[in-house]
């Protein structure tokens, strides 16, 4: 296809859809150990609020908003919300270690807004939560959706 009509595609598959999609794969740097229920407490309210963030900017429907989070010690925690009224969907596998370093992925599909919006929600609102826990982090790499749906028609 040539180059505007493979853009065309694209935009209609995104119009189709109406989703917003964006991903962070980081590093984590707590300035203290992150006990088993403060290092959950993070993960839930950084979900609950990307999610309110999204709603704020004019999403109505969430597809899900998910967290990944590995420690150091290869102990895990792994959470899902799919809507602010249903109980997050919570696996800590925490022990009393805790976390001082941590491998962390958030995945965030909303349905009404576009990419930018759910990116920018995504990361404002950890530019926000990760200073309130004191917890420094490194971009490892950021997924904009739309390179991804590119990439598939290529």
């Known amino acids: 296809m040539k180059e505007m009509d493979e853009k065309l595609h694209i935009d209609m598959h995104r119009m189709v859809d109406e989703l917003g999609k964006f991903s962070i794969h980081m590093t984590i740097h707590p300035a203290e150990p992150l006990g ?24 109505d429907l969430v597809g899900h908003v998910k967290a990944f989070l590995i420690s150091e010690h290869g102990t895990t925690i792994g959470a899902s919300l799919v809507h602010l009224e249903i ?15 941590g491998d962390m992925t958030v995945h965030v599909i909303v349905h009404g807004i576009w990419d930018p919006d759910v990116m920018h929600a995504s990361m404002e609102t950890i530019e926000r939560i990760m200073p309130a826990y004191r917890i420094k982090y490194e971009v490892l790499q950021d997924y904009y959706e739309k390179e991804k749906g590119e990439a598939h028609h290529k």
Not at 44 to 52: A, P, Q, V, W
Not at 87 to 101: K, W
């Open 36 to 59: 088993r229920a403060e290092a959950e407490r993070f993960v839930k309210e950084l979900l609950t609020d990307i999610t309110k963030e999204c709603m704020h900017d004019g999403a």
């Open 87 to 101: 109980p997050m969907t919570i696996n800590n596998g925490f022990d009393e270690r805790g976390l001082t370093v």
